[in-house]
Nanobody
Framework: QVRLVESGGGLVQPGGSLSLSCEAS????????MGWYRQAPGNQRELVAVIPTGGSTNYTDSVKGRFTISRDNAKNTVYLQMNNAKPEDTAVYFC????????????????WGRGTQVTVSS
C-alpha cells in the first residue's frame, strides 16, 4: 500500500509564510504527478498546484506568484511554499500522488494524504 503524510500546517498571520511537505512511502515503483489540493469549510476540494514528472508546474490563479510547488524525487516528497498568505487561503490542504505500485502492472493509481490544517489569521 502507499501512504502519503502531510506536515507543516498551522497558524500564520496574513502576509506571512508557511511551508508544507508531503512524503509518499510504501509500495512505490514510480510516481507520475504530485499535487496539492485544499478544501475550506462548505467548499469543494480544489486544485492548488500540481507538478508532473519532468513537466511544467500548474497553479490555480488565486495562488500564482505567491505559492511555489516543488518535489524531491529521491525522497518521494512534494513541497508547497506559501508566501504572502491571505485569509482566503485558510483550508485543509491535501497532497496527492499518481503512483505505480506494482512491478507487474504499468497502471498508476491516485493516493491521498489525510490533510493538514492551514489557518491564516491575525
Amino acid at each position: 500500500q502507499v501512504r502519503l503524510v502531510e506536515s507543516g500546517g498551522g497558524l500564520v498571520q496574513p502576509g506571512g509564510s508557511l511551508s508544507l511537505s508531503c512524503e509518499a512511502s510504501g509500495s512505490i515503483i514510480s510516481i507520475r504527478s504530485m499535487g496539492w489540493y485544499r478544501q475550506a469549510p462548505g467548499n469543494q476540494r480544489e486544485l492548488v498546484a500540481v507538478i508532473p514528472t519532468g513537466g511544467s508546474t500548474n497553479y490555480t490563479d488565486s495562488v500564482k506568484g505567491r505559492f511555489t510547488i516543488s518535489r524531491d524525487n529521491a525522497k518521494n516528497t512534494v513541497y508547497l511554499q506559501m508566501n504572502n498568505a491571505k485569509p482566503e487561503d485558510t483550508a485543509v490542504y491535501f497532497c496527492n500522488a499518481e503512483v505505480r505500485p506494482y512491478t507487474f502492472s504499468s497502471t498508476y493509481f491516485t493516493f491521498w494524504g489525510r490533510g493538514t490544517q492551514v489557518t491564516v489569521s491575525s
